[in-house]
């Protein structure tokens, strides 16, 4: 079945660092791919989104590129604040039925210091 | 206000009492979904509803059962609740395309 691989955390980084989160999949078909985050006392959020393969989803400076030779959606931000510290998961849906619900990642606690 | 609200926010019970989490939506969306939050496990989906007459069980649905009684409100009910249901509790909603969810704040439930 579908599924989602995302690295470990907790990741600490420090003010302006360039972050990268790794995250890949096992899925049937094309997935549509996304990163949700999660802020401390919270429920969590759409960060961004890609629905084919190539798409590029991007805000608030984070960026992820569906990479479907390495099925792969890996999270970056060129210069993160203490703002961005957060839980951010990697998720997939497939299509039809319970396919078409979210697989999430297990998180990637990240920490930045000023 | 906040267009998907859960009560309570927090709960301490006992192992062996019922419990309720209620959620609430404004979106208008007819899919809810009820999750389990766990350090190091990521979210599992409980149940999920595609519209008041459609209920389904998720990932892990054993001692939890679920109602829609309205397109906006859809509860979780613990029968008898037990240690290893102590988690963080999500509410979610979506439209048709399921492009995204739009969760809750989440209540905390403690089993002693």
């Known amino acids: 079945g579908n599924s989602v691989t995302q690295m470990e955390g907790p990741v600490t980084l420090s003010e302006e660092a360039f972050l990268t989160i790794n995250c890949t999949y096992t899925?049937?078909?094309?997935?549509?791919l996304f990163w949700y985050v999660q802020y401390p006392g919270e429920g969590l959020q759409l960060l961004l989104k890609?629905?084919?393969?190539?798409d590029k989803g991007s805000n608030k400076g984070f960026e992820a590129t569906y990479r479907k030779e390495t099925t792969s959606f890996h999270l970056e931000k060129g210069s993160v604040q203490v703002s961005d510290s957060a839980v951010y998961f990697c998720?997939?849906?497939?299509?039809?039925?319970?396919?078409?619900?979210?697989?999430f990642g297990k998180g990637t606690k990240l920490s930045v210091k000023p | 206000d906040a267009d998907v609200t859960q009560t309570p926010r927090n709960r301490i019970t006992k192992t062996g009492k019922r419990i309720m989490l209620e959620c609430s939506q404004t979106?208008?969306?007819?899919?809810m979904y009820w999750y389990r939050q766990d350090p190091g496990l990521g979210l599992r989906l409980i149940y999920y509803s595609f519209d008041v007459k459609d209920i389904n069980k998720g990932e892990i649905s054993d001692g939890y059962s679920v109602s829609r009684q309205a397109q906006a409100k859809f509860s979780l009910s613990l029968e008898s609740a037990i240690p290893n249901q102590t988690a963080l509790y999500f509410c979610a909603t979506s439209d048709l395309s399921r492009n995204e969810q739009f969760f809750g704040p989440g209540t905390r439930l403690t089993v002693l």
């Open positions: 899925a049937t078909g094309y997935p549509s």
């Open positions: 890609a629905t084919k393969a190539d």
């Open positions: 979106k208008g969306h007819d899919r």
């Open positions: 998720a997939l849906r497939g299509y039809g039925g319970s396919q078409g619900n979210l697989i």
